[in-house]
């Protein structure tokens, strides 16, 4: 199964696409996770990325294609994947539609997370992330320890307000006219509802999928 998550920062992807894989069996991939790590690491990649990310601006669009092509082709993703943030703009929509003609598979949904921008604000002002697997917590202070690693939890540099309404103006522009670019192209749409629990969202999300 190919799917792709789309909604606004904070709506709860990372959370529900870390739980969909295991459920499902199949590998996520984030774009912002691989950014992330190659910011960490110092890489090209890294240098290339950090400065728009730290401001909340999307990077190229030829960045992510190169990212989201790599993913799809690689023995892990066989069966298929769940790319959580990785289609954000329309360029990058058709770019995935190429990516998977080329490799001979159908996309099987967009999942899109609802939810109002209070509560993302919200959201993201109380949002930890662990400095070593990125597993993000919400309303646990920056110097915690991870439950998973062991790591050590942090704010998000582009968690800080000024940055966080950048990422939802951008949001608003780039991002949500994908939705309709794929509403024209007959694109297998699932909105549904993010606000409540994770179990309560999970629930909504599988049930979309009909998984
Ligand atoms: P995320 O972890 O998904 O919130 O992504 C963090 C940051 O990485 C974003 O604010 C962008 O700067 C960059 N990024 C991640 N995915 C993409 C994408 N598909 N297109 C452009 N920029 C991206």
């Known amino acids: 199964m190919i799917l792709v998550l789309l909604g606004p920062p904070g709506a709860g992807k990372g959370t529900q696409g870390e739980r969909l894989a295991e459920q499902l069996g199949i590998p996520k991939v984030a774009t912002g996770d691989v950014l992330r790590a190659a910011v960490r690491d110092g890489t090209?990649?890294?240098?290339a990325a950090k400065a728009a990310?730290?401001?909340?601006?999307l990077v190229p669009d030829e960045v992510?294609?190169?990212?989201?092509?790599?993913?799809?082709?690689?023995?892990?993703?066989a069966n298929g994947a769940i790319l959580d943030g990785v289609v954000r703009t329309v360029p990058q929509a058709e770019g995935l539609q190429r990516v998977l003609?080329?490799?001979?598979?159908?996309?099987?949904?967009?999942?899109?997370f609802d939810i109002p921008d209070e509560e993302l604000v919200k959201r993201l002002s109380a949002r930890t992330v662990c400095s070593n697997c990125q597993t993000p917590y919400t309303g646990r202070e920056p110097g915690?320890?991870?439950?998973?690693?062991?790591?050590?939890?942090?704010r998000r540099k582009d968690d800080e307000p000024e940055a966080v309404r950048n990422r939802l103006r951008t949001y608003q522009e780039q991002t949500a006219p994908v939705i309709g670019w794929?509403?024209?192209?007959?694109?297998?749409?699932?909105p549904i509802d993010a606000q409540g629990t994770m179990d309560e969202v999970l629930a909504r999300a599988r049930k979309a999928l009909g998984t």
Do not use: F, H
Request: hydrophobic share 40%.
């Open 182 to 190: 794929y509403r024209e192209a007959g694109g297998p749409l699932r």
């Open 144 to 154: 915690s320890t991870c439950q998973k690693c062991g790591g050590t939890l942090a």
């Open 101 to 112: 003609e080329e490799l001979g598979r159908p996309l099987d949904a967009v999942l899109i």
């Open 44 to 47: 090209p990649l890294g240098l």
């Open 64 to 77: 992510i294609l190169g990212i989201m092509k790599e993913a799809l082709a690689s023995p892990g993703a």
């Open 53 to 57: 990310m730290d401001r909340g601006d």
